[in-house]
Each structure stands twice: as structure tokens, then as C-alpha cells.
């Protein structure tokens, strides 16, 4: 371990009965306090906060902070596993939680695009089969499907295949959510298109967070959508054509509506930073969540992939492009990143940072056990330094458990 992370973390270390990989369980942390910047000894017992006791603070210990663990609840795959990957291993989907673990994200929805029909049937089995590995099952708590019911309409639809977008289907919905095991949490439709406010309603009475995206509503469509339970705008600025009307527009509408969250891909190239402010001060920290939207290319190489039927470019700087539409077709940076440029963007703190990527989607999400560093709240930490506003992960806990500590 790190000499200074030595110096400032205090770990009790008892090995674990019965866990894969014989993980390490931690008994107590030292850090400065995310939310107060002021240094706390954190204590755990059974997977749970236990105590959070203030210290005085030293002037020879580094600045490594504590925070909660982060949630993405969108993101289509990582390091070189796709989560639609018809093909998916255990061995896959472990590596990707692993890696996840190691840019400080603890939960994550693994996200399926529209797609044949057999094909998402066949995702979501795997998923749900695989994501019940003790190893790994505390760090997915659900699944996010982004479509199929979404505008068609080019630019809209950004780098969905248009010929398998199609309107809104409870019954096909409800076999999809059944080769899920129930676990589909957070579902994004166009609120525009035949049948999708019906769709929308019937979602939200069976439990489900609805979001919309990719679409070209009015704001009559919004607002019914909104009316009917729809409560957040997926990567909103993105899933959105390259020319619009500056008047009658997607986003005015869901930028003025209160009722809508938004999430937000804060990786430098989704927005730009005058609309990250403007987003931010209209929404404000309650109301965003911030996403990486990445795909299974984040941490390759550049070059030009084949991915689902499509012709993708990775380019050196983390941008994964789809040239025949001429559209982004996804991101390439991990939820960490996010949090730095949002600091950066807009002079939020870093307690308002990291509200929007976990206490926020825990929220929403209804995880009431993630997100916050309080006492009965399950032990999801993340233990970092801070240099130049990019976050640099020390260690990462899960349930009291240390899945990561950087060498």
C-alpha cells in the first residue's frame, strides 16, 4: 500500500469466510469528509457504517477524501465487454465490475440499446443470470433499457439502428422484463411516438423510473409524459439532431419543466461547457445526475471498431464517433471523469459533485442504503486525492469490503 495512504487510512483487516477472491474486509477508514472537509475516523461493522467520528486534523497527512461509492445508471459496457455482448461471460462481466471498481463506481445499470427483439431477450437473461455472482452482485442493482421506443427520426435517434426502433409494446416490454428476473429499474422512451404516453403510465404503476430521450416531443408530449410519471431526461443535449428549430425544440421544454431530473455526460465532448452551466444553474444540484454513457471501448486503444451492425471510430481523445450518421455514439470515459469537469465547468463543489453521481441516482433509483455517508448506510466507499480537479482513486469498499487499492 501507498506510504501515505498508510499514514491517513487506518485499516483493520480480517480476511472474509466464503467470499470469491478473498476479499479484504475493512473495520475503520480516516479521511477528510467529503461533504464538509473536515477529517472523520468512519467505523464498519457487518457491511454498514457504523460510527462517523470527527478528528482533529494533522498537518503531516496527505488530503485523501471519503466519499460515497459512485452510481452510474447508465453505461453500455467497459474495457472490452460489451453488456450486450450475446455472448457474455461471467468472466466478462467480472472484469467489468472489477474495472469499475477501480474508477470508484460501486453500483452501475447495466444499460441495452434497442436491438432485435431475440437479441435484448437474450442480453437480459445473461445479465440477470450472471449479475447474481456473489462477487459482483452488490454493485448491480438493476438494469437500465435505453429503447427500443424512441424516435426514428435521424439525429434523434442518435446511433440507434433505425430499423429496430419501434413503438411502444407492453406485452413485449413485459417478456423482456421477465428474461430480466424483474431487475429492468430505469427505462428511456420518446414521449412523441403512437401509444408512448399509455406506455409510460403503465410503466410507472409497475414500479419502474421513467426517463425520456432520444426524441423530439413538444412540450405538450413532455408535459404528459411528466403528468403520467416521467421524472428525468436521459443525457439531456444529447440523442438530439444536429440542427433544431430555436424555438420549438426538445430541450427548452424539458429544461423548464421542475418535475424532470436530467442526466447529464459531462466528459467534454457530449456538451460543451456553456451548456453544462446552463443546464446546471436551471436544474441545479438536486435535479442532475451526471452519467458516462460509456461504451465497452472505454479503455482501448483508438481505431475503428465494428460494434452491433455499426462501423465505430474511437478517437485518441476519448470520443467514440458513428460517421455513417454522423452522430456521437457513446462515451469513453468512466463517471470520474465527470465529476472532475463538473467542478471545472461549472465551480460546483466537490460535495455537489458527488451528489450527482450517488446520492442523486440513489434516489432515484430508490436505493435507500446508497449514497450518503451515514450511519445504517451500507459501506460503499471511495477514498481519493484531488489534483488539477481530476479525482485519482486510492481505494474502493463495497459492503465493508475492499474490492480495490491502487498500488
Known sequence: MNTKLAVLITLVILCM???PENYEKVKQVQGILYSEGKPVTI?????????????????????????????????????GVDFADQNLTLKDLRKATESLWRVGVTSFLPTITTNKFTQMVKSFSL?????????????????????????????FRGAHLEKYIRKPDWTEFSQLQVSAQNMIKLITVAPEIEGAIPFVKKCVENGLIVALGHHNGSAENIDMAVKSGASLSTHLG?????????????????????????SIIVDGFHLNKEEVQCFYKIKGTDHTILVSDALDLAGLPPGEYTRREKQLVLTSEN????????????????????????????GCSLSDAIRMASTNPSKMLHLDNLGEIKEGKRADLILFRIENNKVIILQTIVAGDIVYSKK
Open 319 to 346: 470520443v467514440v464517433k458513428f460517421p455513417a450518421e454522423n452522430v456521437l455514439a457513446g462515451a469513453a470515459n468512466p463517471l470520474i471523469v465527470c465529476i472532475g469537469n463538473m467542478m471545472k465547468f461549472t
Open 127 to 155: 445479465l440477470s443470470s450472471l449479475a447474481k455472482d456473489a462477487q459482483i452482485s452488490k454493485s448491480i442493482p438493476g438494469f437500465h433499457l435505453e429503447g427500443p421506443y424512441i424516435s426514428p427520426e435521424q439525429g
Open 238 to 262: 444529447n440523442g438530439c439532431a444536429n440542427m433544431i428549430n430555436r424555438h420549438l425544440n426538445p430541450l427548452w421544454p424539458q429544461l423548464a419543466n421542475e418535475k424532470l431530473s436530467a
Open 17 to 19: 469466510k466464503g467470499y
Open 43 to 79: 467505523e464498519i461493522a457487518d457491511g454498514k457504517i457504523a460510527n462517523i467520528k470527527k478528528i482533529k486534523p494533522t498537518p503531516d497527512v496527505p488530503e485523501i477524501y471519503i466519499a460515497p461509492g459512485l452510481i452510474d445508471i447508465q453505461i453500455n459496457g467497459y474495457m
